[in-house]
């Protein structure tokens, strides 16, 4: 079988070294990819937004399945131009991928599917931010606001304080930039990153993970695109996990097919484990980086395989999937200033280490490896426990070097203090 892979972050490149793993996998082809997936496949130049672009490309390299690895292209029907063509895709439709593109679409299928999700309110008139303020946050009995950007803004457009001036200030430079704002409620317990490939009704779960948003140590300062992530989760009971399945993932599967739009891909559920239970934070409709690096490492069942069953329909026969013992971390390797503009262009010495996955690298061309984005690598190593995967992330993290370049580190750590309960 022949895979192209859309996208250029580390968690395409943890998609290739899996889907080279796969015996039925025979050619692998990345477009547009970075300085570290070049060494895994063939590396091509595409506009990942461009379907018929996509489509062409596919062509020219043979592929019998394309991987979309971002959602901006699925939001945009990057997907359905593949199946138009002909050509197996591993990625939603346009109005599947609704449920990561527009959080009201979101909201009204869970509503539909009876799933428990925080409640919410958009705001696109500033003359009415004051009184939708007043309905949310600490003065309405709950911990925080979560005020959020209405569009697709890569997890950064979301500010949770229990600071009102905070809030408000967030909320009136969305507006301000023409971007209508959701308030919601705010989920209060660990949360946890369910991945499920997912093809109509059929649902097959992975490894659940937790990724780190916030930039600092110990859950500080601004969200990021993903600081960290680990797999399993030793602190989340089986029957939690099954209920997430059964009652979460699997009626809002159930929902898209009844609406007409059956979800083709990988349904990312991201919850929080509330008092009462798991909670919806939102939807996606793709890997999330960087719990996909943790949970593929541990992934012993063929991937090409996995992702082509459920793109051609053969997921309900696809049979249970088989995992390493044992748990897998990943630390980000953030750039300088990240969340905020990152300074690129600097030389990174040991990105070529084993366990390395590339995201926002580039090569020079006097050969050198140089950063070109926010989160420049990450590091994925697996071990015993959760203890042994985080010695050895931090081992290897180590014997890289990055001017300016910082990470969290605290990545799996009150997991494998027994800290974290759900
Ligand atoms: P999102 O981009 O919607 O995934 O939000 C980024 C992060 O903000 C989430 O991973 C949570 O840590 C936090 N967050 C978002 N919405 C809520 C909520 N309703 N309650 C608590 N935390 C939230
Ligand atoms: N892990 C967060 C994301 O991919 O959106």
Redesign the pocket.
């Known amino acids: 079988m022949r895979v192209l892979v859309i996208g250029s972050g580390a968690r395409e490149h943890a998609l290739l070294l899996a889907l080279r793993d796969d015996p039925e996998v025979d050619a692998l082809a990345i477009a547009p990819g970075n300085a570290g997936t070049a060494a895994v496949a063939d590396q091509h130049q595409v506009d990942i937004t461009s379907g018929d672009d996509v489509v062409a490309l596919a062509r020219q390299v043979a592929a019998d399945l394309v991987v979309i690895g971002p959602e901006v292209p699925l939001v945009l029907g990057v997907a359905d131009a593949l199946r138009d063509a002909g050509i197996a895709c591993f990625g939603p439709s346009k109005d599947a991928a609704r449920i990561e593109g527009s959080k009201a679409f979101a909201k009204d299928v869970m509503a539909a599917a009876g799933v428990r999700t925080?409640s919410s309110e958009i705001v696109d008139n500033p003359a009415h931010l004051d009184a939708a303020l007043d309905r949310f946050g600490p003065t309405a009995g709950s911990q925080?606001w979560?005020v959020?950007d209405d569009r697709l803004?890569a997890?950064?457009?979301?500010v949770?304080t229990a600071d009102r001036g905070v809030a408000r200030a967030h909320a009136a430079a969305l507006l301000e930039a023409g971007h209508p704002v959701l308030l919601?409620?705010?989920?209060?317990g660990p949360?946890v990153s369910l991945f499920c490939v997912v093809d109509g009704t059929t649902v097959v779960p992975l490894l659940a993970a937790q990724?780190f948003?916030?930039v600092g140590d110990g859950d500080t300062g601004p969200?990021t695109g993903g600081m960290g992530a680990y797999a399993p989760l030793p602190w989340l009971p089986d029957d939690v996990y099954r209920d997430i399945v059964t009652t979460i993932v699997e009626p809002v599967a159930a929902e898209l097919v009844q609406r007409g739009c059956p979800f083709t891909g990988l349904l990312y559920a991201?919850l929080?484990i509330t008092g009462s239970g798991p909670a919806v934070?939102?939807f996606?409709c793709r890997f999330g980086d960087p719990e996909t690096q943790s949970v593929l490492a541990l992934l012993e069942s063929p991937l090409g395989q996995l992702l082509y069953a459920a793109a051609t329909g053969e997921l309900a026969g696809f049979g249970e999937l088989r995992w390493r013992d044992g748990a897998a971390v990943t630390v980000v390797l953030a750039a300088e200033n990240y969340p905020g503009r990152p300074r690129v262009g600097d030389v990174i010495v040991g990105a070529e280490a084993d366990g390395v996955l590339h995201a926002g690298t580039a090569r020079r061309d006097d050969g050198a490896v140089v950063s070109s984005g926010g989160r420049v690598l990450s590091v994925v190593r697996t071990g015993a426990d959760l203890d042994a995967a985080r010695a050895a992330a931090y081992d290897t993290l180590g014997s890289i070097r990055l001017p300016g370049g910082h990470f969290r580190t605290d990545i799996g750590l009150a997991a494998a203090q027994g800290k974290v309960h759900a």
């Open positions: 925080a925080a979560v959020k803004a997890g950064k457009g979301v949770v919601e409620s705010y989920l209060d949360e990724d948003k916030r969200n991201g929080a934070i939102e996606n």
